[in-house]
């Protein structure tokens, strides 16, 4: 018979990179939780246009990336490519705006985009992210951005801080202007993606990996001299601030980002060791985004990270606890081992009761195959054994296995 193999894009994440998977998100989330986040569980599918509104019409994730369907009541539905646009409809949709004060958020899931394959980019992949509303006080911004620092610092990676400012909404339509006249100049040389941007999104052009385009926006127009003042004194203060908290960052005035709601703030924290897909996490302010989709003036800002190219980052997992599996000699002897291994996990301890049945030896095989670091025997006694060493020792009741098994371990 045929076998049926995964949709490419997609993955399936086990054994070790399951481990990693959850080491990330519990890293993220003990954290958030230090900083006073709130989570927030969003629907997979919304309604296409939050996301036409919201990311962009002319993006490449609304233009080429979305996976739309027709539900069976005729909607036009997307599976969701990020969590900001979904976190502010809910933002609005269920009035948090109207509790007062300001809102701290954070989501984890997956996210789809029908992007070429390659690693470190998947057509389902994992984010974790947060939210901020109703602040816009640059203590914001840094705290933010020196939260995701601390994170990707205890998970032991080798990364890069890049930031920039997009400017207000007047400073970057000023901008936005003079690069559209500047790369008119030097269209026949742009790649014919670029040259199509020109007109629909001009500011992607900056970023664009193609040599020819590079070199041509080497020279073009840079958005921190188009900042008005009330942004210019946003950034130069975010950058103090950073500094006095010892964020190590380099400015970047080619980084505007992949999706169009930015205002004033944006950061990437980079990687050169996954090959091409080298952003880990990024974010920024988007401070007009609330109000656009139907809400109150709302400043507000947030990141997200990508588990899967985390998982290829993170070198090492904390120690495991060590596993004793509890061994019936006989069938005779299961439904002491049951309760014993209950008992052993009432006190914490992580226990594979052996569920094949065999021979001694096949059942030791299989205990040292779960790398077992102990195992117990049992029949009229106790029979405690490490792997390691063969060393045995013998009880007659469970109580003294069980405090027995707690000294060792
Ligand atoms: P983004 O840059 O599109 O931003 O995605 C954030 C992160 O998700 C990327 O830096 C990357 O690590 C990961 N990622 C994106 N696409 C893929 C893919 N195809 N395969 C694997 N990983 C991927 C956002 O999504 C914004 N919502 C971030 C944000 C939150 N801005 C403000 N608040």
Redesign the pocket.
């Given at each position: 018979m045929s076998k049926i193999q995964k949709v490419r894009g997609f993955q399936d994440i086990y054994g070790e990179n399951a481990k990693k998977y959850r080491y990330i998100v519990d890293t993220f989330r003990e954290t958030f939780e230090k900083y006073n986040f709130k989570e927030i569980i969003l629907p997979f599918v919304e309604d296409i246009s939050l996301f036409k509104r919201s990311v962009g019409e002319a993006t490449d994730?609304v233009q080429k990336e979305m996976y739309v369907f027709l539900d069976k009541g005729g909607r036009e539905v997307a599976l969701r490519?990020?969590?900001?646009?979904s976190c502010v409809r809910a933002y609005i949709e269920e009035k948090m705006y109207a509790e007062g004060g300001y809102h701290k958020l954070f989501y984890e899931g997956a996210?789809f985009?029908y992007?070429r394959p390659q690693a470190?980019?998947?057509?389902q992949?994992h984010?974790i992210?947060?939210?901020i509303f109703g602040v816009s006080s640059v203590l914001a911004d840094t705290e933010l951005i020196s939260m995701v620092y601390k994170i990707l610092k205890k998970l032991k990676i080798d990364f890069k801080l890049e930031i920039n400012s997009l400017g207000d909404f007047q400073s970057r339509k000023t901008y936005t202007q003079e690069l559209i006249k500047y790369l008119k100049q030097y269209e026949n040389g742009l790649c014919e993606t670029c040259k199509s941007r020109i007109n629909t999104n001009p500011l992607r052009v900056l970023d664009c990996k193609v040599e020819s385009c590079k070199q041509i926006t080497k020279d073009a127009p840079k958005i921190i001299d188009y900042l008005s003042e009330e942004s210019e004194k946003r950034f130069t203060q975010l950058k103090e601030y950073l500094k006095a908290l010892n964020i190590d960052f380099v400015e970047n005035p080619r980084l505007v980002?992949?999706?169009d709601?930015?205002t004033d703030t944006v950061f990437?924290f980079t990687t050169d060791q996954i090959g091409a897909?080298g952003?880990?996490?990024?974010?920024?302010r988007?401070d007009n985004l609330v109000e656009q989709l139907g809400g109150p003036p709302t400043p507000a800002?947030?990141?997200?990270?990508?588990i899967?190219?985390l998982i290829l980052l993170v070198k090492d997992l904390p120690s495991e606890k060590p596993l004793i599996t509890v061994i019936p000699l006989t069938p005779d002897y299961n439904i002491q081992a049951l309760s014993f291994s209950e008992s052993l996990r009432n006190s914490g301890i992580k226990t594979e009761t052996l569920l094949k049945e065999g021979s001694l030896k096949s059942m030791m095989k299989t205990a040292d195959k779960l790398k077992s670091d102990y195992v117990v025997f049992i029949s009229d006694k106790y029979e405690l054994k490490e792997m390691k060493s063969g060393n045995q020792e013998i009880f007659y009741t469970p109580e003294d296995t069980l405090e027995a098994v707690k000294d060792k371990i």
């Open positions: 994730i490519p990020e969590g900001t646009a996210m985009r992007e470190g980019r998947y057509r992949f984010q992210g947060a939210e980002r992949g999706l709601y930015y990437e897909q952003t880990v996490a990024a974010g920024g988007y800002l947030g990141f997200a990270a990508g899967e190219r």
